[in-house]
């Protein structure tokens, strides 16, 4: 396998790009995508056979359960991320590693089905909170310590709902490739 073959299965629609202007539109777009997650990935994975969902995306990669327990994780660290930015100035929020959290027995044993639901009401809240951010609160920013970043609210939008896509794509990707349709 190539370099250029593992990059896209790794980015199967490309890497985040912000955008330059975060209009109306766009931040409505991306809180639709990140409200409707949960459903796509239930119905990509609601027929998997323990087998599939325990085969890696990619050689080295995770395997569908890891990324749907991942997906969780990775989207209740935003909604809490969120919370302490609208509550505190510039937080600096903690940050997880998530390939050790990834190893733990929940996420390579544990049936997807509880985190799938989990991720609806998650989603649901994340999706809530963001419709009512006012355009104060989609500049209020908090600082990631992996490197001293600002973030913004808004920035925070496109880059859960890329994260959500990016991940559901590893899953669509493999069933084509295996052709589990």
């Known amino acids: 396998m190539t370099e250029r073959d593992l990059e896209k299965l790794k980015y199967p629609i490309g890497k985040f790009i912000a955008p330059e202007n975060y209009s109306n539109e766009y931040l409505s777009e991306k809180i639709k995508e990140i409200e409707n997650l949960p459903e796509k990935l239930e ?27 991942h997906c969780a994780e990775s989207h209740m660290n935003c909604f809490i991320r969120i919370k302490w930015t609208l509550t505190e100035n510039n ?5 997880y590693d998530e390939v050790m959290w990834s190893e733990l ?3 390579l044993k544990m ?8 991720l609806k009401g998650l989603h649901f ?3 809530y909170i963001m419709k009512n951010l006012s355009e104060n609160d989609l500049e209020k920013t908090f600082v990631h310590p992996s490197d001293n970043s600002e973030n913004k609210l808004k920035k925070i939008i496109g880059t859960y709902a890329w994260h959500g896509n990016h991940h559901l794509a590893h899953i669509t ?3 084509k490739h295996k052709n589990w349709d």
């Not at 990509?44 to 990324?67: I, K």
């Not at 937080?91 to 940050?95: D, G, L, R, Y």
Request: proline share 12%; hydrophobic share 35%.
């Open 105 to 107: 027995p929940d996420n």
């Open 91 to 95: 937080p600096v929020i903690k940050a």
């Open 125 to 127: 809240r994340i999706a």
């Open 173 to 175: 990707s493999l069933k």
């Open 43 to 69: 119905k990509e994975t609601a027929h998997l056979t323990d087998e599939q969902l325990d085969t890696p995306y990619r050689p080295g990669g995770w395997t569908v359960r890891q990324v749907i327990h």
């Open 111 to 118: 049936p997807v089905q509880p985190t799938l639901d989990l």
